[in-house]
Nanobody, 124 residues
Framework: QAQLVESGGGMVQAGGSLRLSCAAS????????MGWFRQAPGKEREFVAV????????DYADSVKGRFTISRDNAKNTVDLQLNSLKPEDTAVYYC?????????????????WGQGTQVTVSS
């Protein structure tokens, strides 16, 4: 059973940057794709970014493409999300998730373990 712990959230002004990190344990990290999702108040959880098991394939939501970058370190069992040029609409709780398989997916149903979330707040 996997455990995921996010860190790095906080409050920042529009245009600023944050780096989120997710530490994984409990199963072979490099066997699975890793994703980031977010959920704003009153909205459904939505896909943000995903990276394949060895990092060769990455996919981003259109709303964050060119501003966010996902990366992973299989030696450290971590996956990071660099958030640049932040906008107030990026405000949400950000969740790290472990995929059921090694290939990328935008579907929440393809992720079986989730972290507790970390709050990102962007002020205008």
């Amino acid at each position: 059973q996997a455990q995921l712990v996010e860190s790095g959230g906080g409050m920042v002004q529009a245009g600023g940057s944050l780096r989120l990190s997710c530490a994984a344990s409990g199963r072979t990290f490099s066997n699975y794709a890793m994703g980031w999702f977010r959920q704003a108040p009153g909205k459904e959880r939505e896909f943000v970014a995903v990276i394949s098991r060895f990092g060769g394939v990455k996919d981003y939501a259109d709303s964050v493409k060119g501003r966010f970058t996902i990366s992973r370190d299989n030696a450290k069992n971590t996956v990071d999300l660099q958030l640049n040029s932040l906008k107030p609409e990026d405000t949400a709780v950000y969740y790290c998730a472990s995929g059921r398989i090694g290939t990328v997916s935008r579907s929440i149903r393809e992720y079986d373990y989730w972290g507790q979330g970390t709050q990102v707040t962007v002020s205008s």
